[in-house]
């Protein structure tokens, strides 16, 4: 089983920035990723990074938003620069460890205009 935290969500103003946190239990997760939803919309893909430290971003976040891990405790962060009012959503971590796969319970990041 995959069983995965976040952490570091909050509100700010546009141009600010903020770092998310996710941490993972058991052996070290073969991707991990970042998910968010806004009110009235589908969860769509943010960001994510392998095992070996491959990263993909959306088009949305290209050049904002940085992915890094930590393979040896499982741990990922997210760091958002550049807020804008669209980013606010609930922001979800999500792993693998083939053949499982987890999600995090979600946490707020809210960005004013």
């Known amino acids: 089983q995959v069983q995965l935290v976040e952490s570091g969500g909050g509100s700010v103003q546009a141009g600010g920035s903020l770092r998310l946190s996710c941490v993972g239990s058991g052996n070290s997760m073969d991707v991990m990723g970042w998910y968010r939803q806004a009110p009235g919309k589908q969860r769509e893909f943010v960001a994510e990074i392998t095992r070996s430290g491959t990263t993909n971003y959306a088009d949305s976040v290209k050049g904002r938003f940085t992915i890094v891990r930590e393979n040896g405790r499982n741990l990922m962060y997210l760091q958002m620069d550049k807020l804008r009012p669209e980013d606010t959503a609930v922001y979800y971590c999500?792993?693998?460890?083939?053949?499982?796969?987890?999600w995090g319970p979600g946490t707020q990041v809210t960005v004013s205009s």
């Open positions: 999500k792993a693998k460890r083939y053949p499982y796969e987890g």
